[in-house]
């Protein structure tokens, strides 16, 4: 039975060990450029529909001149920040939680096959 718990603790620990190597890699290739970041947002998704961005005749001058404001700013926020700049930033920053996340979890899978380990040891 002992011989179980530490061949299932050995495979757990190099699952645990295993699984942050390869978030390190592939964060190590797509921040040299190797490799493209999975896309979670797009330029679509950021681009905003303007819906009355059109003055109306009989609207209240200051919606009018409210829009006119947002309008303006929208475009010299463009002028500054691209959408597409703001979509390549928000993926990495999606990836860098995620590879976050799958490393914090490997350590803890890893741990869970230390302790298997130990627990054998000790029950020895």
């Known amino acids: ?7 299932t603790g050995l495979v757990v620990l190099m699952a645990g060990i295993l699984g942050i190597t390869g978030t390190l890699y592939y964060s190590f290739k797509i921040f040299t450029g190797a490799v493209s970041v999975p896309k979670v947002f797009s330029e679509e998704d950021l681009k905003r ?11 209240d001058p200051e919606e009018n001149m409210e829009n006119m404001v947002r309008r303006e700013l929208d475009n010299q926020f463009k002028k500054i920040a ?4 703001i979509a390549k930033l928000l993926n990495l920053l999606t990836w860098s939680i995620f590879a976050g996340i799958a490393t914090l979890a490997g350590g803890k899978i890893a741990g869970i096959g230390l302790s298997m380990l130990r627990s054998k040891n000790k029950n020895e």
């Open 82 to 85: 691209p959408p597409s700049v």
């Open 1 to 7: 039975m002992s011989g179980v718990i530490k061949i």
């Open 49 to 59: 529909k303007d819906a009355g961005s059109v003055p109306e005749e009989g609207a």
